[in-house]
């Protein structure tokens, strides 16, 4: 055993340190932040389209549709079912103009089979695994007895990523999804342990390629879309990796079950594999094996919709799993959890890009955030979204209510501006069917776009800056801007913007905001939302020193149109 002593500052500094040390992602596209649906198995297309436009119908926003393996001829690899899916380009261009991604399941396991030429090309070029006499590794897999390719090989990664070219560049296909790569083989295990490995030049049994194997796919998966895409940035999904499987691909907690047991577990995964590194990280929402009751569906998908990846995958045999099949009450509320979900994009796409830049986890658990208070050392359900969202996820039926840990500072209710007057300590909350308990922090500047049926949908969305007041408090927000996909922001077309709230006092409060780059160029327009302040107030707000027009009252929320940008707003109230 090798082991490591990182030392820092605090614990999420010491992730953000590791995360650095074994590789920081790339940033990824917009869309693959959005909602995902999948399913063991959408076929034939006309099913896949049917299934979009039902979300469309709904006006429920979904961003991709990912193809298990029904979508191969015979389940093997680099093949499309000619009878189910006649016009594959066609299909996957159709989906795109509705703005759907087409993702497509991948499994490492080669048919044998003369007549495909991916075998006998990897046969002709002895990248297969053998075993520890010479012979070829033949297991079972999907598509029947199978080979195995060695992506311990750099030349073998190198012929594997380019197997994706026609998938990629002539069908269109904007993302890849690797599975069985533990690897597994039927039934239930894995490779021999004599199975040898060229282990990039140190040759190696399988039992010290194991742990990598998956890692090693993934990377030759992610080389072809480098290659073969080279002007989008990658959407990969794998099953299986190691440390550092951030810089190539998003990950999900594998085959899960419908109950509250493995919702509870997957919060946990969620949390402990971005404490590892891995915030792109998701599991089955409502459970892959079995059928959810309407009100587990719901709490699983409004937990999903505040983890890195947000998919419902099920395995079909226990019936459908899309947010409309568990009557029209559920259907509302997982529709305003996947809405939720679009409306943040903005600031989940902002806590992506401090991740890629810097390392610093999306999840973070309590006791990694809050360390100094060992309260919260033995409180596991609770979690930060980002720098300034606290999420407490149900972990149980019937959960009309619960003892919940509100941090030390200023909290207010994210759904219903309430705010929490007890801090630092354990507090009774309610908890309706309709929405998790989720808070946001006073003086935090918290960007929202209106609702999208897909990211992209508005090119120009316009901005609102949601603000929640706290006196006497001083807290730095940030935002990111680009185009969503592509690599312009590398050649600086991009705007990243910082917010500086100081609460000035019981009647006043302060909002300096900063740019680099243009301010303007990826939104519309923007306005500033004030929440929390005292009811029954007179508001005045200067803009650099000019009066605010057009400021408007709804209730205890107040409105102010920004033109372009301000460097200052100054907000102040007396009671009217």
């Known amino acids: 055993m090798n082991y490591y002593f ?136 999907w598509p029947g007895l199978c080979n195995f390719p060695d992506f311990t090989a750099p030349a073998v990664r190198s012929w594997w990523a380019d197997l994706f070219r026609h998938d990629l560049e002539e069908v269109g296909v904007r993302g890849l999804w690797n599975d069985m790569n533990e690897p597994v083989v039927f039934p239930d295990r894995t490779f021999p342990m004599d199975t040898r490995h060229e282990y990039d030049g140190m040759p190696c049994s399988h039992e010290k390629a194991h742990n990598i194997y998956g890692q090693c796919m993934a990377e030759a998966s992610w080389l072809g879309m480098k290659r073969h895409a080279p002007d989008r940035r990658p959407f990969l999904l794998s099953r299986s990796g190691f440390a550092g499987l951030q810089r190539f691909a998003a990950t999900w907690t594998g085959d899960n079950r419908s109950s509250w047991e493995h919702l509870k577990l997957a919060n946990f995964q969620c949390q402990r594999l971005a404490a590892s590194g891995i915030s792109f990280a998701g599991a089955d929402a409502g459970g892959f094996m079995g059928h959810p009751t309407p009100e587990l569906f719901c709490r699983w998908m409004q937990m999903a919709a505040f983890h890195g990846l947000f998919r419902n995958h099920s395995s079909g045999e226990f019936g459908g799993q899309e947010p409309w099949v568990f009557g029209q009450e559920a259907t509302a509320y997982v529709k305003a959890a996947i809405e939720g979900r679009y409306r943040l994009l903005p600031y989940i796409y902002t806590q992506f890009r401090r991740y890629a830049e810097t390392g610093m986890p999306v999840l973070r658990s309590l006791a990694l955030q809050c360390f100094r208070n060992r309260d919260t050392y033995w409180r596991g359900a609770e979690y930060f979204f980002g720098d300034h969202l606290y999420v407490i996820p149900i972990h149980e039926p019937q959960e009309g209510g619960r003892f919940l840990y509100i941090p030390e500072g200023v909290w207010y209710s994210y759904h219903t501006d309430s705010l929490m007057e007890d801090t630092g300590k354990d507090v009774w909350v309610k908890c309706p069917l309709s929405f998790l308990p989720v808070y946001v922090r006073g003086g935090a500047v918290i960007p929202h776009w209106p609702v999208q049926q897909h990211a992209g949908e508005l090119p120009r969305p316009p901005l609102t800056l949601d603000v929640w007041w706290a006196p006497d408090e001083e807290v730095a927000s940030h935002l990111y801007e680009d185009a969503g996909d592509g690599y312009a922001y590398r050649n600086g077309e991009c705007a990243v913007h910082e917010f500086l709230y100081r609460g000035t006092g019981s009647h006043s409060l302060e909002l300096a905001w900063k740019c680099e780059g243009d301010p303007c160029a990826f939104h519309e327009s923007a306005e500033v939302v004030l929440h929390g302040l005292p009811a029954g107030i007179a508001l005045s707000a200067r803009m650099d020193g000019v009066p605010c027009r057009g400021v408007a009252r709804d209730g205890r929320v107040w409105r102010i149109p920004v033109e372009g940008k301000f460097e200052t707003l100054s907000a102040c109230w007396t009671e009217e």
Request: aromatic share 12%; net charge negative.
């Open 6 to 141: 990182i030392y820092d500052r605090s614990p999420l500094d010491i992730v953000a340190a590791y995360t650095r040390l074994t590789g920081t992602p790339e940033l990824p596209p917009l869309w693959a932040l959005g909602y995902h649906q999948s399913k063991w198995s959408y076929y034939p297309d006309k099913a896949v389209y049917n299934l979009v436009e039902r979300f469309r119908d709904l006006g429920i926003p979904c961003d991709a549709v990912h193809l298990d393996h029904h979508y191969m001829e015979q389940k093997e690899g680099f093949t499309w079912d000619r009878h189910n899916f006649p016009d594959a380009a066609g299909m996957v261009r159709s989906l795109e103009e509705d703005g759907v991604k087409t993702v497509l399941i991948v499994n490492p396991g080669v048919k044998i089979n003369p007549a495909n030429p991916v075998w006998a090309e990897g046969l002709e070029r002895n990248y297969f695994c053998r075993r520890s006499e010479g012979n070829l590794l033949s297991e079972e897999v």
